[in-house]
């Protein structure tokens, strides 16, 4: 995981079943099949490349909710 | 550091027997967000249909009763009229709604019952292997049109939404999509509004969902998603329909002007 | 107090006395009064009625209304009968319960309005696919019919399984004296598998479909286990006479009544008759009636129908003694004369 406070999204590699709704729609390519997993589901599983600007279309298109997006809360405006 | 969303607690976390990248996965996803955000999960009372979402309740954690085939609105009215506190809903894909439970969509409409009906159309039947639905298009090969549909045999894809929106006592009445992150963002909003007219007791709201079926199209998902916004959308136009509620509201602030 | 009513309506009103409260059906004649009567009860007691799109609609709406717990009925005749059946077959492998009502008319298909007894099969060897049996009870008068139908709620919520009441044109037409007696609530188990929203338990499900094949075998061997229970504890039949006699006619339902008749003619010449009348025609009265027959020495099977009823006589009677058939179709009743001209005739020909 990044140790800094950019957004990443962590993905649940044994439910995801290879379809590539989220490499499809992820506006920064950072979602790919891992070529050099196979999962339990016999498929290359998604991976997460880095590059996420939180826009959350992964996590709305993966039909079985593999996804979850970190990110900062944004700041309060105090004054 | 935190999560935008997490794991709907009215969606068991287990893997699902639907294809790779079909609809299905975002509509259950959609309706357990709605039933979470609306507290009624433990209130809800789902009817099953037969097709692939038979196995409906091994997803999504609510009290589940299995309809026969297309009969899920009729299922749905005596379970209603039975316990009209309790969130009731159908989820129905095309051959069980707009085949052999035309007649029934049609009645339990007609009766205004107050049940939310979610109607998966993906143009094709799923589980059986990829027969000619009533919403299949024109052309469209399947294994029981391996010519394409040709109207002169098998007449025209049934918009089911304008039909429905031809009767009176229907609520509310959106068609909405799945293909694009956007389009998924609008049908959550539209799946929410159906419940919460229904959780207000205001009557029968029915929300089609534009959906894909990557396995029986012969297409990958990404590539299905395209097809589902580039040839069925023409043919089903996405939209509202029908808002009684919106309408009470145009006219109340009208009065007040 | 008794009162006269039709056999539809004080049947309707005997299942309102039973605490139905939830009634959904389709006109079909001659059973209309029925629904009719539903349509005016069931809002004086704030009971729900609808009268739906089709019998199969129905049908499912009974199932809706049963996975909650209620006391739901639906009535038909033999067409739409038909119609129900997929939905019978759900509710049985649901193991919900249900009353369904059949006044049965002349068939196949569209048939007439007559009176008939011709959905025996349909009714007692299960009109709808798979391994499953309705409790099918047959009234012979419009009283009896009152008590049966209370009895099919019991039995329905006793068993978690669907009760068919078979009943007929003349039998839902006729007026009789009834009286509505008080009932003591039947001793009945808590519905623990209703679907009311999972309230912090974990979410029931109300279904037939077992993909695993041992899972469905174990299923339907539960099932039947259960008709097992119902064949052992659930028979009922009235036999009229039979113990001296050399003539058993075995009837139910309206030709009871003339077979009754019947055989009170031919006692007083000096015929030795006596009526055997199956009460519930599944489970049917095997024993009982094949010991009923074997002292004597035949046995006539009246019916309104080709002769259905008269297949489980020769599986009660084993081949020990002659079974006859005699019947009329096409919404004609036999008359109790032209019974006993049959009987007559078996003394003179066949013994």
Sequence with gaps: MPQNKMPYIDIVVDRCKGCELCVSVCPKKCIELDSNAVNVKGVNPAKYVGGCIACGSCVLVCPDVCIELYKEEKAKKIA | MQTTKSHPKSLFPVSTHYCGGCGHGIVH?????????????????????????????NYIDVDCLEAAHGRAPATATGLKRSRPDCIVFTYQGDGDLAAIGTAEIIHAANRGENFTTIFVNNAIYGMTGGQMAPTTLVDQKTETTPYGRKVQNEGYPIRVCEMLNTLEAPYYI?????????????????????????????????????????TNWGLTPPDAMKWSADNMEPVFPLGLFRDKGAEKEQTESGEKN | MKQLMTGNEA?????????????????????????????????????????????????????????????????????????????????????????????????????????????????????????????????????????????????????????????????????????????????????????????????????????????????????????????????????????????????????????????????????????????????????????????????????????????????????????????????????????????????????
């Design chain 3, 11 to 351: 049947m309707a009103e005997a299942a309102i006395q039973a605490g139905c409260r939830f009634y959904f059906g389709y006109p079909i004649t001659p059973q209309n009064e029925f629904i009719a009567y539903m349509a005016r009860r069931m809002p004086e007691v704030g009971g729900t009625f609808i009268q739906s799109e089709s019998e199969i609609a129905a049908i499912n709406m009974v199932m809706g209304a049963a996975a909650t717990g209620q006391r739901a009925m639906t009535s038909s005749s033999s067409p739409g009968m038909s119609l129900k059946q997929e939905g019978i077959s759900y509710l049985a492998g649901d193991q919900l319960p249900a009353v369904v009502l059949n006044v049965v008319r002349g068939g196949p298909g569209l048939g007439n309005i007559g009176p008939a007894q011709c959905d025996y099969f349909q009714a007692t060897k299960g009109g709808g696919h798979g391994d499953y049996h309705c409790i099918v009870l047959a009234p012979s008068t419009v009283q009896e019919g009152t008590e049966l139908v209370q009895d099919a709620f019991d039995l329905a919520d006793k068993y978690r399984n669907p009760v068919i009441l078979l009943s007929d044109g003349r039998l839902g037409q006729m007026m009789e004296p009834v009286e509505f007696k008080p009932r003591k609530p039947a001793n009945l188990p808590p519905k623990d598998y209703i679907l009311e929203g999972k309230k912090g338990r974990n979410r029931r499900i109300i279904c037939s479909l077992f993909l695993s094949e041992p899972v469905l075998e174990e299923w339907n061997k539960k099932i039947q286990e259960k008709l097992a229970r119902i064949a052992e504890t659930e028979v009922r039949y009235e036999a009229k006479m039979v113990e001296d006699a050399d003539v058993i006619l075995v009837a139910y339902g309206t030709c009871a009544r003339n077979s009754k008749e019947a055989m009170r003619d031919l006692r007083a010449r000096g015929r030795k008759v006596g009526v055997f009348r199956p009460i519930t025609l599944w489970p049917f009265p095997y024993d009982a009636l094949g010991q009923a027959v074997r002292k004597a020495r035949a046995a006539l099977a009246v019916e309104m129908s080709a002769g259905q009823m008269v297949e489980d006589v020769y599986l009660a009677v084993k081949g020990a003694r002659p079974v006859f058939f005699y019947g009329r179709m096409g919404g004609l009743v036999p008359s109790a004369s032209e019974i006993v001209q049959q009987v007559e005739k078996i003394f003179s020909e066949k013994m």
């Design chain 2, 174 to 214: 959106e068609r909405v999509s799945i293909n694009t992150p956007a389009k998924i963002r609008k049908a959550k909003k539209a799946i929410l509004k159906a419940f919460t007219y229904q959780k207000e007791g205001r009557g029968f709201t029915f929300v089609e969902v534009v959906s894909t079926c990557p």
């Design chain 2, 29 to 57: 996803k959609l309706i357990a967000e709605t039933l979470d955000e609306l507290g009624v999960q433990d209130s809800t009372i789902a009817v099953a249909p037969v097709g692939c979402a038979v196995l409906l309740y």
